[in-house]
């Protein structure tokens, strides 16, 4: 994409992630899409695993957010900001118990962000996906002995392709969903409903 400046850091280094984003030009639209699973059962969760996984699903989407709010307001424009959560925020997973932590904070901060931004004209939502078949996707959801159980709860019997996510964020950064707001969008074959 012509245009686009890969700025590359350790989104979980807050010093780090802010100098590398001080001198970034201006920004309309953001997706905080990253993000780590480190699984572990409740009763073995170790304090790196905890401290990443919030520093990295969390703490990153709050100063980044920061950073491009604050610059959006300097310049007097509006824009979208869309937090990438997970079906995990709303439902507990057998030893996901940081990674749902984790993303129930993010859909939470998503509406803490609507409410608070949305004054400025900064829209924030977030969309929570099930699994996606990425390349991570793929190689920890290939087992059908192992997929069998997430699938059996998903009515549409498939797991998300990248595309069918992509398309929701690219609908709730656009004028399409202007109303929109602090909402926090399923894209996950009716996983939530079972």
Known sequence: CPGVETVCVDLGDWSATEAA???MGPVDLLVNNAGVALLQPF?????????????????AAVLVS?????????????????NVSSQASQVALQDHAVYCSTKGALDTLTKVMAL?????????????????MTDMGRANWSDAQKAAP???RIPLGRFAEVDEVVHSILFLLSDKSAMITGSCLPVDGGFLVT
């Open 21 to 23: 984003l001080s001198n």
């Open 150 to 152: 997430m699938l059996n």
């Open 116 to 132: 608070e931004l949305g004054p400025k004209k900064i829209r924030v939502n977030c969309v929570n996906p099930t699994v996606v």
């Open 43 to 59: 009763l073995d969760v170790t304090q790196e695993a905890f401290d990443r996984s919030f520093d990295v699903n969390v703490r």
């Open 66 to 82: 920061q950073i491009v709010a604050r610059q959006m307001m300097r310049r007097g424009v509006g824009g979208a900001i869309v």
